[in-house]
């Protein structure tokens, strides 16, 4: 097993060069095998009970919020069954994080695309009625966003190993953007709601991990 002083971590195999940031590996004796990291073997631990309690409580405190919304800004067009369907897909998102945690970019972008492309073509396939682009893709968004961050809080994972990941989502969120640049959507609310929790949840990210999110950048692009 060889280790990185760059990365901080161990890995498997006979490497002379570091598979994620390039630089020269050291071979790893004895006592570093006790107090290296690998990137490949530490277990990953969650609390389930924290992860129920707090998926549970988001779920609630979003259901209340648009109880809340209906007395000051009543809406029939979104009605509580769209709120029930992204707090669905939250759920499933959260179970699949946990479950592949170690794969997290492959999940949100499969995920993320196959739902919403398979989304697009129904609503095609039915004849065209722009409930896709209205309504599912931006609750996907938001829905993943609100996962990965929860995750986030259940899952005993280092700042580096979800950045690149939640910025992903975060640029998947600004898509609505052009449904509504194009006039596409029959309701801008949906895309609208998308398009401000992507933007803060990008820029607060960017501001608070701005250092990190560079180096994590650099290590994967090999620069």
Not at 156 to 167: C, H, T
């Amino acid at each position: 097993m060889d280790y990185c002083e760059n990365c901080k971590a161990s890995i498997k195999g006979d490497w002379e060069i570091c598979p994620l940031c390039q630089t020269s590996m050291k071979q790893e004796n004895s006592e570093d095998k006790k107090t290296g990291t690998s990137f490949l073997n530490d277990p990953l631990l969650f609390n389930r009970d924290q992860a129920k309690q707090t998926f549970f409580r988001v779920s609630l405190l979003l259901i209340l919020l648009y109880f809340i919304a209906q007395i000051f800004y009543p809406f029939k067009f979104f009605g509580l069954e769209y709120i029930l369907f992204g707090l669905f897909i939250t759920w499933t998102l959260g179970i699949i994080f946990v479950r592949k945690r170690r794969n997290l970019a492959k999940v949100i972008t499969y995920y993320l695309l196959l739902i919403s492309l398979a989304t697009i073509y129904f609503d095609y396939l039915f004849g065209w009625r722009g409930w896709s682009i209205t309504f599912v893709v931006p609750i996907i968004s938001m829905s993943a966003l609100l996962a990965i961050f929860i995750a986030m809080q259940v899952i005993n994972l280092k700042v580096q190993d979800y950045v690149l990941y939640l910025q992903l989502a975060a640029l998947f969120g600004l898509i609505p953007l052009l449904f509504l640049i194009m006039n596409w959507v029959g309701h801008p609310l949906p895309s609208l709601l998308s398009v401000i929790l992507s933007i803060i949840m990008f820029i607060g990210v960017l501001i608070r991990y701005r250092k990190l999110l560079i180096r994590e950048l650099q290590k994967r692009m090999h620069i």
